[in-house]
């Protein structure tokens, strides 16, 4: 039987100590530059959850028979990220806002609005209707396509 020889060339790579500490100073600093932009991130993050964190007494909510009923009316609506939202008159002011303070990693809707006298809210969730009345400010936080509504807000026509 004849036996084979497998010769081998001599060009085998071999990886040396300077591709090793090159591999873990660059793995290094791509860590680093990652955990710097994340945390200035969240900082700014933090820093707009807590300057839209609008706090003030419920909007009184109506269903769609009561809404149309006493004849209401959201007049001007928009899209905001596949949520309409309308109003009745006044100027809106949205953003989108980090859940958990800021430190979360998915975001919520907020508007603010000046005076809507009245809201609706339509999302994958349903329609809600909210009423604040005339001259009420008004703020909605938009938590997985469900409203909350407040009567308060610190935008205003001089803010904008």
């Keep these: ?4 020889v497998i010769q081998d060339s001599g060009h085998l790579r071999r990886f040396s100590l300077a591709h090793a500490v090159i591999a873990v100073v660059v793995a290094t ?3 680093a530059l990652l955990t710097y ?6 900082k700014a993050d933090v820093a707009t ?4 964190d609008i706090q003030g007494p419920p909007c009184p909510g109506l269903t769609q028979a009561q809404f149309t009923a006493q004849g209401y009316k959201a007049q001007h609506t928009f899209d905001y990220d596949g949520v309409t939202i309308g ?3 006044g100027d809106a002011n949205c953003s989108d806002v980090k859940q958990a303070g800021g430190k979360g990693l998915f975001n919520d809707k907020v508007c603010q609005f000046t005076s809507p006298a009245t809201l609706t809210v339509t999302s994958r969730a ?7 009345g005339v001259g009420q400010p008004a703020t909605l936080a938009i938590h997985r396509d469900i409203p909350r509504c407040v009567m308060a807000s ?5 803010t904008e």
């Design 1 to 4: 039987m004849a036996s084979r």
């Design 29 to 31: 600093s791509a860590t």
């Design 37 to 42: 932009n994340f945390v200035r991130d969240r």
């Design 49 to 52: 959850a807590r300057a839209w």
């Design 87 to 89: 109003r009745h008159s």
């Design 126 to 132: 349903g329609t809600y209707f909210f009423v604040p």
């Design 154 to 158: 610190k935008f205003t026509l001089k």
